[in-house]
Structures are given as structure tokens and as C-alpha cells.
């Protein structure tokens, strides 16, 4: 397992990665069919420097893929699980913080749509982080199962002749 830093940083980028990836795709796909208002690659200005929508979910996108890379040690379930609980998290977190402190309304006034394509644009993110972070590890920290030989069994080595 790498350490720390290393596994921040790869977090931030493979954040980064899925937002252009996975959570663009998916936005895409629900623009295509109608589902969705939003295109993909939005560059409209985000308050207060005028950052283009894009770069401004590529960069909080990267600050919880910072989390998500230095927890990594401590999952249990398979990555792209718990990088779907990632992207619920942080839909959740939008909803409920992040879209009041910026004067939208409360979880988008309950509407129930608007709310579950937060969940699969979000979750679809996650799922993209837990999927490209292993792939970014340098290949000495990969974890590959070895098929083992089994031993003699303890004092087998005694009967044996010299």
C-alpha cells in the first residue's frame, strides 16, 4: 500500500478523471434522452472568481477523492462499492449543504427526479473513482493473489530419512 500522499494525490487525479469521465458521460446520456436540462462540459461561470462550471466539480470532486484515497487502507467491501457510497455521500452533501449555503433550495424542494439524477450522475462518479484509483497505484503496490504451495505439516520433516 502506498503511503499517504501518494495515495491523496492519486485520489485527487482519479477523482478528477471519473468527474470527466463517468460523471460527464452520465450527464450526457441523460441530456441525450431528455432526462436532463444540463449539458456536459458546462463552462458557465461559477461565483465568486468565475471559474468554469467544469473545472470548479472537477476540483471539489478532487478534494473527496483527497478522502477517498487516504481511507482506502481501511475499506473492506470491493472499491467500486465503497467508491458508490462516495459519489451518495457527496450527493447528499450537495443537497443538503452545499445547494442551501448557495441560496438553491433545500434537497431541489424535494422534487423527486432532480434528486434521484443527483444520485446516479454522483453515485456514476463514484463508482469511477473506485474503478481508476487502483489502476493509478504504481504496479509494485498492486495486490496479486500468488497461488501458494502448501507445506508439510509440522514434524513431517523429522520421519523423513537423512
Known amino acids: 500500500m502506498p503511503d499517504a500522499r501518494t495515495r491523496a494525490f492519486l ?10 469521465t463517468f ?10 434522452v431528455g432526462w436532463s436540462p444540463f449539458v456536459p462540459y458546462r463552462s458557465t461561470p461559477v461565483p465568486p472568481f468565475a ?12 478534494l473527496y477523492g483527497v478522502l477517498f484515497g487516504l481511507l482506502w487502507a481501511r475499506f473492506t467491501l470491493p472499491l467500486w462499492c465503497c467508491g458508490l457510497v462516495l459519489g451518495v455521500v457527496s450527493a447528499v452533501i450537495a443537497m ?46 498492486r495486490v496479486i493473489s500468488v497461488p501458494t504451495v502448501p ?3 509440522v514434524g513431517a520433516h523429522e520421519s523423513l530419512p537423512h
Not at 11 to 19: E, L, N, R, T
Not at 26 to 32: K, R, S, T, V
Not at 103 to 131: C, E, H, K, T
Request: proline letters at 10%; a positive charge.
Open 11 to 20: 485520489g485527487f487525479v482519479a477523482a478528477v478523471i471519473s468527474v470527466l
Open 23 to 32: 460523471h460527464q458521460g452520465m450527464l450526457a446520456l441523460l441530456h441525450i
Open 51 to 62: 471559474i468554469p462550471y467544469i473545472a470548479n466539480v472537477c476540483f471539489w470532486s478532487g
Open 96 to 141: 443538503f449543504v452545499v445547494a442551501p449555503m448557495k441560496g438553491y433550495p433545500f434537497a431541489y424542494d424535494w422534487q423527486p427526479w432532480p434528486m434521484a439524477r443527483s444520485f446516479l450522475v454522483n453515485g456514476f462518479w463514484g463508482i469511477g473513482v473506485g474503478l481508476i484509483l487502483p489502476m493509478l497505484m504504481p504496479r509494485g503496490d
Open 151 to 153: 507445506s508439510a505439516p
